[in-house]
């Protein structure tokens, strides 16, 4: 074995190498994905460097436009491992608004390792500069995970079992394509939730808002189908004869859960049954199979629902989570899912998917009623069978945050369901989105998905007086990628923010009653922190050349104009200004490691220092600067217990809030009018649960949203409005079509 050269990080019980990559733990191997092991690479390697957010993705995921919740799962696996070596406080640190810092102590050293062992994908050795060396990224302050969603991609990977300890080749060579084609275009405040495609492949029924619709693939004529008002539908089959349909949804009064059959002839819908779930039309159309309300048992009725009788019963902790009809209709395929977290038996339905679930894939025979397994450690997530019952299935590549979706093909035996060859690929998905709802036509050739993408975008909403509430909440940035706020215009009738569109980020001003936004600057670069100087004259903002260039600070007219660099001998993105007089103010980092927070001006850059941090503040927590430009709120752990703290750019006097947050907080900004705050959190356990609450200077606060992002909050100048990030999901109908 060829011996190269590679470096090695030690902390605490951990050795982590580089080139090739691994971690170990004592000496032993540790199982980690490739994305979060390259995750720790970049923050061991920078150790006691705060590294922004946007590096990382950069240097992560190089090829590939990620959602930021990518990188706070992987945050988290990482913080969840090496929780029992660092008891009390994990040595991963997040620095809010900007990014994380590896502080744990770490030992490097430059030895000859075996070419071999547990190498990780990811950024190579080159792309990870020595510890200590610092290495601008293109993430800035105020930019937050989402994510993201990756919830949506979360409940997938929760739906869909690891394909490769089923014991049959993963990879075969040959890979039949298909081409996804979007059907429908409908908005996130419209979601299409159930997807059925006619057996010749020309008709597609889809259930969103205002009902059933009917659309021809061809000629995309639309109709709609009479049908009951239901809450939620979660599944369309079609008959064979395709004048008639079975939905699965909730009622719209009651929330029950029923199936009933819906005509393409206009004639009124007839409920089948109540209490059911997942029902499925046999493929000669004279049944139809269906779950229980709690998914713990398996039913089987007439066409008109007469003659139901059960066919099993799950254990104790299991559900069934899909179910397909065998080809020669004489038996039923199931996914058995067994909870990982199993609670009270007399609530099944509410055991929560976990990617600890086992999942069976069984076949079974309807005249016995006897399950046979097929295949265990197996889900076929989301599955349809063509005509000559081969399963066409979905799997997600089990790597943190960034789900890959792929889609599958195998044969099957016809009697016992068996799978007699190796799976063939027929498409790939990189971008996070989640495909389900599959459904086939008979050839195969053609499937019809709903496709949920998550977008991290701007919103606004009415804020009520007081901070009592927030109403009139929709979603700004429609067409963008990402999207953070950061300022308003003087008329509080625009939001100035940067967005990723067509893969660059750009600062924008965004008015309120306008669809598209209007661009600042035609620079080239990847801008971002777009704020108004409080004369108004100049819009200031960031710009780098490259992803992971030095960030330069820039002005230009807030009419229009060309932009000019603000001189500077340092660092100056880590700034504020007020809105309506004094001074922009930037904080910097002194030698003893405190922040020194100082004038800034657009014309001639840093000025005199303002304040400077007492010892024992934490540098790298978040502040804000207040609309008249008087007073600082600093958001910095100290022996008080308390982390808000306001002062006095005119006496310097400082003065604690009385709030205790009940999770940790990620940011806080200045309210309209100076009488509280703009406070956002997270819970460390689950980085998709997040809030945004307003605290007065009483410290009583009060829970304005939940997010499934890291949020913040930046209020208008008129105190009616707020702009804040969240995360919208956008589910339309896909064709998926062989070339």
């Known amino acids: 074995m060829q011996a190269v050269s590679g470096r090695i990080f030690r902390f605490g019980a951990f050795e982590l190498r580089v080139g090739p990559r691994a971690l170990y733990r004592d000496g032993q191997p540790v199982t980690v994905t490739p994305k979060a092991l390259a995750t720790l690479t970049v923050l061991v390697s920078r150790h006691g460097t705060a590294v922004s957010k946007e590096e990382l993705l950069a240097t992560v995921w190089p090829d590939t436009a990620v959602e930021e919740a990518s990188l706070s799962q992987n945050i988290y696996t990482l913080r969840k491992l090496l929780a029992k070596d660092f008891p009390g406080q994990t040595p991963i640190e997040n620095i809010p608004k900007f990014g994380y810092r590896f502080h744990g102590e770490v030992i490097e050293e430059t030895i000859a390792l075996p070419d071999g062992g547990l190498e990780g994908e990811g950024p190579p050795e080159a792309a990870i500069p020595p510890s200590g060396q610092p290495q601008s990224g293109r993430r800035w302050e105020r930019r937050l995970p989402w994510a993201v969603p990756v919830a949506a991609a979360a409940g997938l990977a929760a739906s869909i079992y690891f394909l490769w300890s089923a014991g049959f080749s993963f990879f075969p060579p040959k ?23 006619s057996p010749d492949g020309k008709l597609v029924a889809y259930a969103d808002a205002d009902g059933i619709v009917l659309r021809g693939v061809q000629d995309a004529t639309t109709h709609f189908l009479p049908s009951p ?53 046999s493929h000669d159309g004279s049944s139809v199979a269906f779950t229980s309300a709690d998914s713990s048992q398996v039913w089987v009725m007439g066409s008109s629902g007469e003659g139901a009788r059960e066919v099993m019963q799950a254990g104790l902790g299991e559900r069934f989570s899909v179910l397909l009809w065998a080809r020669r209709d004489d038996g039923l395929l199931l996914e058995r899912r ?61 790597e943190a945050g960034q789900a890959s979706m792929s889609l599958w093909k195998v044969g099957l035996d016809a009697a016992s369901g068996a ?40 919103f606004v909403g009415a804020l009520q007086a007081g901070g009592t509430g927030l109403s009139a909440v929709r979603p700004l940035s429609q067409d963008s990628e990402v999207a953070y706020p950061h300022g308003w215009t003087s008329d509080s009738r625009a939001v100035l923010y940067e967005a990723r569109r067509n893969g660059h980020w750009q600062v924008y001003t965004h008015a309120l009653d306008r669809h598209d936004p209007e661009p600042i600057s035609s620079m080239s670069g990847w801008q971002s922190r777009p704020v108004l100087t409080p004369d108004h004259r100049w819009v200031l903002f960031l710009d780098q050349a490259l992803p992971n260039a030095q960030r330069t600070l820039y002005r230009i007219p807030s009419q229009g104009g060309v932009p000019e660099a603000v001189p500077s001998q340092e660092d100056l993105q880590n700034f504020r200004c007020p809105v309506f007089s004094g001074s922009c103010v930037v904080r910097t980092k002194a030698a003893n490691g405190q922040g020194v927070y100082s004038t800034l001006d657009p014309l001639t850059g840093r000025g005199a220092a ?60 200045w309210a309209s009018g100076g009488d509280g705050f703009l406070v956002s959190c997270t819970e460390p356990s689950e980085p998709s649960e997040n809030s945004l609450f307003y605290v ?30 969240d995360r919208s999901l956008d589910s339309n109908v896909w064709l998926l079509q062989s070339k």
Not at 355 to 372: A, C, F, I, K, N
Not at 421 to 426: C, D, E, G
Not at 620 to 644: C, E, F, K
């Open 338 to 398: 067994t909870s990982a977290a199993h609670t009270d038996p007399a609530d099944r339905i509410a055991l929560k998917p976990t990617r600890d679930d086992r999942m069976t894939y069984e076949r079974v025979d309807l005249r016995s009623g006897r399950p046979t397994t097929v295949q265990t450690n197996f889900g076929m997530g989301d599955a349809c069978l063509d005509s000559t019952g081969a399963l066409i299935y979905s799997f997600v590549t089990p």
């Open 610 to 669: 303002l304040f400077r941090e007492p010892s024992g503040w934490a540098f790298g927590q978040d502040w804000d600067l207040s609309q008249d430009g008087s007073t600082l709120v600093v958001y910095a752990d100290t022996a008080s217990g308390l982390p808000l703290h306001t002062v006095s750019l005119k006496t310097g006097r400082v003065k604690d809030i009385a709030y205790r947050p009940t999770s940790r907080m990620v940011g806080v900004n």
């Open 229 to 281: 008002p239901m809450r939620a539908v979660q599944t369309l089959s079609w008959f064979p004869d395709q004048l008639h349909l079975v939905l699965s949804g909730d009622d719209a009064s009651t929330g029950e859960p029923q199936v009933w059959k819906i005509s393409v002839l206009g004639e009124p819908p007839v409920l089948l049954r109540k209490d059911a779930r997942l029902a499925a039309v």
């Open 696 to 725: 007065n200077l009483a410290g009583k606060s009060v829970l304005l949203r939940t997010t499934s992002v890291e949020t913040w909050a930046v209020p208008s100048p008129d105190g009616r409005w707020i702009a804040f990030i």
């Open 419 to 458: 799978m007699h060859s190796s799976p063939v690929k027929l498409m790939e998905v990189s971008d996070g989105s989640r495909f389900y709802g599959f459904s086939c036509d008979a050839t195969g050739r053609t499937i019809s998905v709903l496709r949920e993408q998550g977008a991290t975008r701007v």
């Open 175 to 197: 890979t039949l394509q298909y081409e996804a084609t979007r059907f429908t275009s409908n908005s996130d405040e419209d979601r299409i939730t159930a997807v059925g495609l």
